[in-house]
């Protein structure tokens, strides 16, 4: 039996769709008691928020700086103060958010993108290296097992030599007027969700999926942006092409008013030998197709490699799905915060759990799209 992690959340108050996500993935496991937060910064809304999940009044903040005061105090003085804070805030808080509570020796889970600008996400993985503590990015479809036993095959050599990348992230949400009233309107203000639009919110996404499973950063990409609805200020579509230092060539395609779309993120992987295919919309199935061969159709509860048994949790043939794979985050996050605390060797699956230097290597990535697209679609060297 597992000792339970005391958890705080910033922002995911009424009426927040992420928040509520997090909460079902920290609860699912039974591995976190959410004891704390500053869910709004309306007093009024944070308390009621509050109240509505069984969060204490006298631990429902309206502020999260003090909040991280106050948590980091209890904490130091072992009178139960939060270990792990999730931030699931509009994009330009992440970065102030993050420092203040690893200032207070507290983890980090945190919704992606990490910050709004390289030089912020850079500042703070500085920080969480010489804290020591742990910190999380969110990027959910690693949690799923098949997608890390996909990165387990490629990194074993089962399609050979990587050739082609191909990622897609498609929805169709944004693709009409009645979109730009959603959220409270913050996704269309650069001020607060950062200078790109559907590239900060799926693009990133999908670039740090395709990153994850090949296990190759591209060296050199070429970039479009569009904006295709009228009196949107952010991009709404994004495609991109990517040569890899070996040879291989990639594309990444996103977009948010791709009509009829719902939520089709799909990757494929080819090599010398073999191709990998998944879409995330049908996440219990892995395609594996050897050059000449039959099409291999591998199930999760059937995918062998540790890295997919350590993320199931039922017997094949039960669906399992983006909450699980939300979920899987924050068990792999409660196993290595106990690692830490016992002085050990991190968790079997740490290397499996996205962080900080995810963040910088995204923030690296939207920084270069933005300029080859001011540039008119040059190729640009990708730093590492």
């Known amino acids: 039996m597992h000792r339970r992690i005391k958890l705080g959340m910033v922002g995911g108050g009424r009426g927040a769709f992420i928040g509520a996500v997090h909460r079902m993935a920290a609860r699912l496991d ?58 699931v805030t509009p994009n330009h808080l992440h970065a102030r958010i993050a420092k203040a509570f690893l200032e207070e020796g507290i983890h980090i889970i945190c919704d992606k993108p990490l910050t709004v600008s390289l030089d912020e996400a850079l500042a703070l993985q500085a920080l969480a290296q010489r804290s020591g503590l742990l910190f999380v990015l969110t990027h959910t479809y690693t949690g799923y097992p098949l997608i890390r036993h996909a990165r387990s095959l490629v990194a074993q050599g089962a399609i050979g030599e990587l050739r082609l990348v191909q990622v897609e992230y498609s929805q169709d949400w944004w693709a ?17 969700a950062g200078p790109a639009g559907t590239l900060g919110d799926v693009g990133i996404h999908a670039y740090q999926l395709a990153a994850y499973v090949s296990g190759q950063q591209p060296s050199e990409i070429s970039a479009e942006l569009h904006t295709f609805m009228p009196g949107r200020v952010l991009d709404d579509h994004v495609q991109v092409m990517m040569r890899y230092a070996n040879g291989a060539r990639g594309t990444l395609w996103a977009s948010q008013v791709a009509t009829g779309c719902e939520n089709a993120l799909t990757l494929r992987v080819y090599g010398s030998t073999a191709q990998l295919r998944f879409n995330q919309e049908d996440p219990n199935v892995l395609w594996l197709t050897p050059q000449g061969g039959a099409a291999q159709r591998i199930t999760r ?10 993320a199931t949790r039922i017997p094949a043939g039960h669906p399992e799905g983006y909450i699980e794979a939300f979920a899987q985050l924050y068990r792999d996050a409660a196993d290595q915060i106990l690692a830490l605390e016992s002085g050990g060797p991190k968790s079997a699956i740490a290397d499996f759990l996205p962080g900080v230097d995810d963040g910088v290597a995204g923030h690296r990535f939207i920084e270069t799209v933005l300029k080859s697209h001011r540039l008119n679609g040059a190729w640009l060297r990708l730093e590492q």
């Open 30 to 87: 039974d591995r976190y008691d959410l004891v704390a937060g500053a869910l709004s910064s309306d007093p009024d809304r944070a308390a009621a928020s509050a109240g509505d999940i069984g969060i204490a009044s006298e631990r429902s903040y309206a502020d999260w700086q003090e909040m991280a005061q106050r948590e980091g105090a209890l904490r130091r003085s072992g009178q139960g103060g939060i270990e792990a804070v999730s931030i």
């Open 176 to 192: 009409d007027a009645a979109a730009l009233t959603g959220d409270g309107g913050w996704r269309e203000n650069p001020a607060v």
């Open 301 to 310: 509860g059937r995918a062998e490699s540790p890295a997919a048994m350590a």
